[in-house]
């Protein structure tokens, strides 16, 4: 997350002296969709979770986007790691009440640069997860489009979540 402000791609905060940093939800979709998917892909993650307790959801979701073993058990193993996090912030909010069945179902009706509610940040660390844009197709620190999941481009799961995102008319 904290190096998804630095690398993370649009949207970035807005205001005076902050514009350098992608925003809050747009770290945390990134660290889903290409730096957790970069640091743990040469890991055997089917080993991994095979000693971890990982939602049906997660799984089904997961299941539903990528093919092989491997490629599942890396979106289980990054779909947990968000639900710890999430759960974490969760406590530290006051709600750790997470799940991947509940998602944020709040529409923003402008991107919301600040950290979201816990819940969304779970929900937008798993999107990025079912996201399977290639880790190489990078984001871009002005265009939104580039390198994520949109659905103009007929994608169900992997976009970001509208509890924090207002997608652009170019996106949908």
């Known amino acids: ?23 809050e939800g747009q770290a945390d979709y990134w660290a889903g969709l290409k730096c957790m998917r970069r640091v743990l892909e040469k890991e055997d993650n089917i080993a991994a979770v095979a000693k971890m307790e990982i939602d049906a959801e997660a799984t089904a979701k997961c299941q539903q986007i990528y ?13 947990m790691a968000g639900k710890s996090l999430a759960m974490l912030l969760g406590d530290l909010g006051g709600n750790s009440n997470v799940k991947f069945t509940t998602p ?42 580039k390198g994520t999941c949109v659905k103009r481009d007929g994608y169900e799961f992997g976009t970001r979540p509208l509890c924090w995102y207002k997608p652009t008319s170019a996106e949908l």
């Open 67 to 79: 093919k092989s073993e491997s490629e599942i058990a890396l979106c289980q193993r990054i779909s």
């Open 1 to 23: 997350h904290e190096l998804g402000h630095h690398i993370g791609g649009a949207p970035r905060k807005g205001g005076w002296g902050s514009a350098w940093a992608s925003n």
């Open 104 to 145: 944020d179902t709040t529409k923003v009706s402008r991107t919301n640069d600040n950290h979201p509610a816990a819940q969304c940040r779970l929900d937008t660390y798993f999107q990025g997860t079912l996201c399977d844009k290639a880790i190489l197709d990078d984001v871009d620190s002005k265009d939104p489009i």
